[in-house]
């Protein structure tokens, strides 16, 4: 039986390879597995409270677990926490919680999470560099250094499941624990007016007359004292002279 040519053999060879790589499918990017389905969205949970409280619920579950909060708005919420699970890797999850007013906008809302982790590697670099001494002639000496840096290896939002319900939970528990104040409906709200005889009879809400002079006035006011004053001490000296000048009306007695 006469053995095939080597020609022959390489080129089915050739087109078994060509007929794999048709055959193969191509990878679906990630993005296009995204649905935006309108049905329950595990990034979301209804709460029975106000806009406000909902996100002071998700701040102060983020705190309880060692998340550091900021809070540009006060419907917004973003917090990050670091993990270094060894030497050589650090993570990053960065949360960002978003309160919108739900059906019934009085006492419903609705919190919006999502989480982020980051991740990084070290990465050693070793650079050499040779200086040459011109004296010694062509000598060349080494000189390495060594670098290590953070590098940035990996971002992925972190997929639906039990991450965020045990958050969800944990909000209920603040907003349940936590005290609240709840709004007063303006129907309830009644006044009453006092009595005039009241507010005339009560010495506290009877007000004082406050006289303000102006200054001519004042001046005039004391200028007009101190005429009087004059008068007064004048008309008392005369008395006093009338009665020094007067004869005494008493006769010595008869021997």
């Not at 390495?144 to 909000?171: H, Q």
């Not at 907003?175 to 009595?195: G, M």
């Amino acid at each position: 039986m006469p053995m095939p040519s080597p020609r022959l053999v390489l080129a089915s060879f050739g087109l078994i390879a060509l007929a794999a790589c048709g055959g193969r499918a191509a990878t679906t990017p990630s993005y296009q597995q995204e649905l935006f389905n309108t049905g329950v969205s595990p990034y979301a949970h209804n709460f029975d409270a106000t806009v406000n409280e909902t996100c002071e619920a998700a701040r102060r579950a983020l705190l309880s677990q060692g998340f550091l909060t900021t809070m540009g708005q006060p419907d917004t919420v973003d917090a990050t926490k670091n993990f270094q699970p060894n030497a050589d890797t650090h993570a990053v999850v960065s949360f960002h919680v978003v309160c919108t007013p739900g059906e019934n906008a009085t006492n419903q809302s609705i919190a919006y999470v999502n989480a982020v982790q980051d991740g990084y590697a070290l990465k050693k670099s070793d650079t050499s560099a040779s200086v040459g001494l011109s004296v010694l002639g062509s000598l060349s000496l080494p000189i390495r250094s060594n670098s290590d840096a953070m590098v940035k290896i990996s971002s992925e939002t972190v997929p639906a499941g039990k991450f965020y319900d045990r958050f969800f939970n944990l909000m209920s528990h603040y907003l349940n624990t936590v005290p609240r104040s709840s709004p007063i409906a303006s129907d309830e709200v009644k006044s009453k007016p006092l009595a005039p005889s009241l507010i005339v009879s009560s010495p506290e809400l009877t007000p004082t007359p406050i006289v303000v002079q102006a200054p001519e006035a004042a001046t005039a006011i004391q200028a007009s004292g101190a005429a009087a004053e004059t008068k007064r001490q004048a008309q008392a000296a005369a008395s006093e002279a009338v009665a020094a000048s007067a004869p005494n009306g008493t006769s010595a007695p008869a021997h």
